[in-house]
Each structure stands twice: as structure tokens, then as C-alpha cells.
């Protein structure tokens, strides 16, 4: 099992940035697929992005070219880097692990997620 906390969400107007880090506890963090998803009030989960342990990496196509996912498995940490934020990528941002990567929400570990609240 690994333990997952988030930290970086906030309020930023639209097109601006913002970089969110999950730090994950546990010994087999570098043999996890990591991945963000999202939920916006009355919405379903949704999935953001993956990074597999090797560094292959997904991305839903709404955030496609704006998202950036990464991992530094010294540091036992994974990040979103995120730009041109739009007001419909406000939702709680939650990290996610698995040892099977996957473009849905079929991840076995997650965080208490983060806020992000993009303003128009």
C-alpha cells in the first residue's frame, strides 16, 4: 500500500499555472503507476493523467498540450504541472496509485485530494 499526499492547489485566475505535488510514502512507490484525477461539484471522477513507473505517460484530451505529469521516484513524489488553467479545471485534484496504469479511475491508493479553483 502507498500513502498519498497532495499540496499545490489553490486559487489562480484564468491562463495562469499551477503545480501540484503528491508525495507518496511507502517502499514500492517506483513500482506504481501514478496518475492525477479530478472532480468537479456534481460530476463524476475524472482522469487527468498517468505516469507509469517506467515514464510513459497519458493524458485525457481535454488537458491535452496544457498538463504535464512527472515523477521523481528518488524523491518518491509525482507532479501536475498545469497551464492555460480554465475555469471548468476547477475540481478537487486527487493523486492516485496502482501497480497497472490506467485512463480511468481503477486505481487501488489514493490521496485526500487538493482544490483548484480556476477564476474567470
Known amino acids: 500500500q502507498v500513502q498519498l499526499v497532495e499540496s499545490g492547489g489553490g486559487l489562480v485566475q484564468a491562463g495562469g499555472s499551477l503545480r501540484l505535488s503528491c508525495a507518496a510514502s511507502?517502499?514500492?512507490?517506483?513500482?506504481?503507476?501514478m496518475a492525477w484525477l479530478r472532480q468537479a461539484p456534481g460530476k463524476e471522477r475524472e482522469f487527468v493523467a498517468a505516469?507509469?513507473?517506467?515514464?510513459?505517460?497519458f493524458y485525457a484530451d481535454s488537458v491535452k498540450g496544457r498538463f504535464t505529469i512527472s515523477r521523481d521516484n528518488a524523491k518518491n513524489t509525482v507532479y501536475l504541472q498545469m497551464s492555460s488553467l480554465k475555469p471548468e479545471d476547477t475540481a478537487v485534484y486527487y493523486c492516485?496509485?496502482?501497480?497497472?496504469?490506467?485512463?480511468?479511475?481503477?486505481?487501488?491508493?489514493w490521496g485526500q485530494g487538493t482544490q483548484v479553483i480556476v477564476s474567470s
Open positions: 492516485a496509485a496502482d501497480p497497472i496504469v490506467s485512463m480511468s479511475s481503477k486505481y487501488s491508493d
Open positions: 511507502g517502499r514500492t512507490f517506483s513500482r506504481r503507476a
Open positions: 505516469c507509469t513507473w517506467a515514464g510513459s505517460t
